[in-house]
């Protein structure tokens, strides 16, 4: 991963409408507006489904009033958008080996896009900002804030700041009870009633949604580049709810949340930037700085396998909930399905259309993968298609993290820009359509 504050989220070099848009002067796309004109096609809408039905675009972008079309602008974007690339080429060898899986598929239909929610990113490569907890709670970053929104009572609350001092009010052994003082957020997860954040300098925060205060702090590590890459937290199989952090000093360390104990501390070659425990709690999958993706024993850290196919280096990995399938997703434009029962190969490589593969999402109950792109792309892959038929939602902005809620029924997507920043939520399409309305 690139080190520490080297590539910030900022700095991308995106070919987007709004660096068309000069504010100060009032003009769009290289054409001079009113104030009155300006304020018009930047004014925070939302879109509803039912507006979208009747033409509405999905993030209230007016194209009618600008000198570009859809169509263009998205030609020009698949055009000018660039993928970062730790080995050089790898997106383009991919491109001439690989075809996109057909589309067709209508998995979730869109439901609503809310402007008033504003996701941002830090650092370019960390797409895990976004978490729902239920079909109508989703957590999610919004500059030195974890916010939470709510899609029944379309309200946004801050659940905590990181912009001052963060002190825990519990005591624990290993606890840094002096807190932290400005922390700038990498990635966050919240699962249930908890949420753990991650931090630049190895900051971990863990907080109860249902208490006040934080209940524990700790560093990983004083190393120099010791960035929080990724954290997931999971159910163990003793029983309580443990987590794991991927860092940038070559570490995954496993912590139990009801003491926040560090249980484990596995090493490797290299940075991790990702892992995901397998649903039996077995095995966990290992993607960071290499072309190769590991998979070790969680009691142990002793690599089993080793999974070969990749082109440069991976960012997101996710295990299908039978416990044989898991996916990894690649700077090589890439996301890799694999089956333990045969890893010399994966059984399915799906090229995405632009950028890097950032995150990986299974449905729990097994029947979809979501794998999120950089910007623009989110596909839906069909497992009971063999990943042979997919579905594509296709908008414009950073992707700031996707999720889907625990029962399958909600999608949801981050979008980071500077004027549609918003937050989309597509629906789980059923045959009973006629039914929806008694729920």
Same mark, same amino acid.
Request: net charge neutral; proline share 3%; glycine share 8%.
């Given at each position: 991963m690139v080190d520490e504050f080297d590539y910030m989220a900022e700095e991308v070099e995106m070919a987007d409408f709004v660096d068309d848009m000069d504010e100060e002067n009032n003009v769009i796309d290289g054409v001079d507006v009113g104030g009155d004109e300006y304020d018009t096609l930047t004014k925070v809408t939302d879109t509803s489904s039912a507006q979208a039905r009747k033409g509405k675009d999905v993030q209230g972008i007016p194209w009618d009033r600008l000198n570009i079309t859809r169509e263009k602008y998205r030609l020009t974007r698949l055009e000018q958008y660039k993928n970062y690339e730790n080995i050089p080429l790898s997106g383009e060898a991919v491109d001439k080996q690989c075809k996109q899986v057909q589309k067709g598929g209508n998995y979730y239909e869109f439901f609503h896009n809310t402007r008033l929610v504003k996701p941002t990113i830090l650092h370019f490569q960390l797409r895990n900002l976004v978490w729902a907890t239920s079909k109508h709670d989703v957590y999610f970053m919004s500059n030195y804030s974890v916010m939470h929104w709510s899609s029944l009572s379309c309200n946004y609350t801050e659940i905590l700041n990181f912009s001052g001092h963060v002190a825990?009010?519990?005591?624990?052994?290993?606890?840094?009870?002096?807190?932290?003082t400005q922390t700038h957020i990498s990635t966050i997860a919240v699962k249930d009633s908890l949420m753990v954040a991650g931090g630049f300098q190895g900051e971990i925060t863990c907080k109860r949604l249902e208490k006040q205060g934080v209940s524990?702090?700790?560093?990983?590590?004083?190393?120099?580049?010791?960035?929080?890459?990724?954290?997931?937290?999971?159910?163990?199989?003793?029983?309580?709810?443990?987590?794991?952090?991927?860092?940038?000093?070559?570490?995954?360390r496993e912590y139990d949340m009801e003491k926040f104990q560090l249980l484990n501390h596995f090493r490797f070659p290299w940075p991790v930037n990702h892992t995901s425990m397998s649903p039996d709690r077995r095995l966990v999958a290992v993607v960071g700085d290499h072309l190769d993706g590991l998979l070790v024993?969680?009691?142990?850290?002793?690599?089993i396998a080793t999974m070969?196919?990749?082109?440069?280096?991976?960012?997101?990995?996710?295990?299908? #909930? !039978?416990?044989?399938?898991?996916?990894? *997703?690649?700077? @090589?434009? /890439?996301?890799?399905?694999?089956?333990?029962?045969?890893?010399?190969?994966?059984?399915?490589?799906?090229?995405g259309n632009l950028g890097a593969v950032r995150s990986i999402r299974f449905s729990s109950d097994g029947r979809f993968m979501v794998v999120a792109e950089p910007a623009d792309f989110v596909h839906i892959y069909s497992t009971k298609a063999d990943y042979k038929r997919r579905q594509e939602i296709d908008f414009f902005g950073e992707i700031s993290g996707v999720s889907l809620s #625990? !029962?399958?029924?909600?999608?949801?997507? *981050?979008?980071? @820009?500077? /004027?549609?920043?918003?937050?989309?939520?597509?629906?789980?399409?059923?045959t009973y359509g006629y039914l929806d309305s008694y729920f």
């Open positions: 825990p009010t519990e005591k624990h052994a290993g606890s840094l009870l002096e807190g932290f524990f702090c700790t560093r990983t590590t004083n190393d120099v580049n010791a960035i929080t890459n990724a954290i997931e937290i999971y159910d163990s199989l003793r029983g309580g709810i443990r987590f794991m952090a991927s860092n940038n000093d070559y570490g995954l024993d969680s009691q142990n850290g002793k690599t070969v196919g990749h082109l440069d280096y991976s960012f997101a990995s996710a295990w299908h #909930p !039978d416990g044989r399938v898991f996916a990894t *997703g690649n700077q @090589d434009k /890439t996301c890799r399905v694999w089956d333990l029962r045969k890893l010399s190969s994966p059984i399915a490589t799906l090229k #625990p !029962d399958d029924e909600s999608l949801y997507v *981050g979008i980071w @820009d500077r /004027t549609y920043a918003s937050l989309l939520q597509y629906n789980r399409r059923h």
